[in-house]
């Protein structure tokens, strides 16, 4: 087993553009990431990003210290198989693998085999709890019901949960401190909430189509789903609310994995198109309105998983500048951004007046640069290591809302 330290460094672009989208990323490097590597699972807890890929022919475990700016490389054993899914408790990485085995993998790269499933399954984690889902456990030598199980790491015990009448289960998710799966029964695929020990279905998906992933916030789920009827395939995107599903976008190819802060859903997948936008296996919807923005690059073919934090959307993959400049990495992208109509003062950045007619004065004491722009056209204004007070001209620009980009933080002003 391999430990490789690596410094982390960033790539900033020499040019922007917005394409109904607020343009603020970071490209973060992956060591070794190359043409067919791909990020399978990703996570998050404090300041350190948890990455399960296939890269070379080989399974790794990367741990990525946003503070610091270093990553640790953790082989996993061929014979284990490829990462499918995972979750994080108390910083120590659990993966799930193609060859049935539920592993833990600390910081120092030392694996622990937690259980090994019978047949496919998938795991999350929520709080201190791993969740099990898709088959039944081997535990301690004995084989547990399916199909549903969690795993307290600091007690080191496991719970097996009543099972919905169906024939498997291919989807679970905590919601409103309440237990949901996706199950299939007679054919048709459902939702069941558990309520005293049973299962109650809630919704049932129309004929053809298959749930694919969902992602709860607030009082309502996320969900993505493929229609699989002829004579095209594509994929849903929808709310599930109250017990009613509402379709919102479809795309042309699958929503692989859902994130949503409280402003902006991100989804990643294998699609070209998210709504009626290019979207490049990645987009992103504005919750409360429910406009899409998106950037004018994705995830070159690997958008597989993403994950949010208080500030930021994380995605993993491989992406492009352009046509043909290849960076390999994960993408950063905003979870929420400053709107309103009165002069903003955030520490060092004042912007004022707000509204604006003529002029708009920006005070930005550390030194950043300055990008004023719109969601849908190109960039404005822009003012490189601009210090003290920076004065743009507006008087030119059509009445609407613009956005200002510092450092990686978005605030927005009205122009009148």
């Known amino acids: 087993m391999k430990k490789i330290l690596i410094f982390l460094f960033f790539i900033f672009p020499k040019f922007i553009f917005a394409q109904n989208f607020v343009p603020v990323w970071e490209d973060t490097y992956l060591p070794d990431q190359e043409a067919g590597c ?35 490389e953790c082989d996993i054993p061929d014979s284990l198989g490829e990462i499918s899914s995972g979750g994080v408790i108390e910083s120590v990485f659990y993966v799930y ?14 694996t622990q085999i937690i259980a090994k499933s019978d047949g496919w399954a998938k795991i999350f984690s929520e709080d201190d709890t791993l969740y099990v889902f898709g088959s039944s456990v081997y535990i301690d030598d004995t084989l547990s019901p399916p199909f549903v199980h969690s795993f307290v790491p600091a007690t080191n015990t496991w719970e097996s949960f009543p099972n919905p009448e169906s024939e498997s289960v291919i989807g ?10 996706v199950g299939l029964d007679d054919g048709a695929q459902k939702i069941f909430q558990l309520n005293d020990s049973l299962w109650n279905v809630v919704y049932v998906f129309p004929e053809d189509e298959h749930f694919v ?56 997948g294998n699609f070209t198109n998210f709504g009626n936008c290019d979207a490049e296996n990645l987009a992103m919807f504005d919750r409360s309105t429910k406009e899409i923005v998106q950037t004018d690059r994705g995830l070159d ?14 995605a993993g993959g491989a992406f ?58 190109e960039i404005y204004l822009m003012a490189n290591e601009i210090e003290n007070r920076k004065v743009f001209d507006v ?22």
């Open 38 to 72: 791909y990020v399978s699972s990703l996570d998050l807890q404090n300041e350190t990003i948890f990455i399960g890929r296939y890269c070379g022919a080989e399974d790794e475990i990367v741990f990525g210290d946003i503070s610091s700016e270093e990553w640790m």
């Open 97 to 110: 693998t193609e060859s049935n085995w539920i592993l833990s993998v600390d910081q120092l790269c030392e």
């Open 172 to 181: 679970l998710t905590i919601f409103q401190n309440k237990m949901f799966c």
């Open 213 to 268: 992933s969902w992602e709860p916030v607030e009082d309502r789920i996320y969900v993505s789903s493929t229609n699989f009827a002829p004579p095209l395939e594509y994929g849903i995107f929808s709310e599930f609310k109250d017990g009613d599903m509402d379709s919102l976008f479809s795309s042309d190819g699958n929503i692989l994995d859902i994130s949503a802060s409280d402003c902006f859903v991100t989804v990643v």
């Open 301 to 314: 073919g690997n958008g597989y998983a993403v994950v949010e934090s208080d500030e930021l959307f994380y």
């Open 320 to 377: 492009t500048y352009g046509a043909d400049i290849y960076s390999p990495g994960i993408i950063s992208l905003p979870s929420c951004y400053e709107v309103g109509i009165e002069d903003i003062s955030e520490n060092e950045i004042k912007i004022f007046p707000n509204p604006a007619t003529d002029f708009l004065s920006i005070e930005n004491g550390v030194g950043k640069v300055v990008r004023v722009f719109s969601l849908s056209e």
């Open 395 to 416: 008087v030119n620009l059509s009445s609407g809302t613009y956005y200002v980009l510092i450092e990686g933080k978005v605030f927005s002003f009205i122009k009148i």
